[in-house]
């Protein structure tokens, strides 16, 4: 498992995570990971139900693993459908576009 990145090397600190995250020599299970997360998740709320209480996955924490944008245009490939007639049809409001 490589280092945190330094996003999120804060946050591993505040939830005393950090030391855990650097463990090196620990052989992670993905598979086993994977279905402990699926057995936890809650599709009606969108959320992991765990021991510690409740817990959702961000825009943010995608933006922090992914070191993907989250401002700025849009990227999409679906170039042959209205943008506008898109928005309203998923998430009802179409967003101001920007120059």
């Known amino acids: 498992m ?13 939830v005393e995570f950090l ?3 650097k463990l090196k020599q620990i052989k992670i299970d993905d598979a ?8 936890r998740w809650r599709s009606k709320s969108h959320t992991f139900h765990l021991l510690v209480g409740e ?9 922090l693993q992914l070191s993907l ?3 700025g245009k849009p990227v999409t490939t679906l ?6 007639q898109m928005c309203t049809k998923y998430i ?3 967003p101001q576009i920007m120059h």
């Open 19 to 21: 030391d855990i995250a």
């Open 32 to 39: 086993l990971v994977t279905t402990a997360l699926v057995e």
């Open 55 to 63: 817990c959702t996955i961000t825009l943010e924490d995608v933006a």
């Open 92 to 94: 009802v409001v179409v």
């Open 69 to 71: 944008r989250v401002d």
């Open 2 to 14: 490589p280092y945190p990145g330094p996003k999120i090397e804060s946050s591993l600190i505040q």
């Open 79 to 84: 170039t042959y459908y209205d943008w506008e």
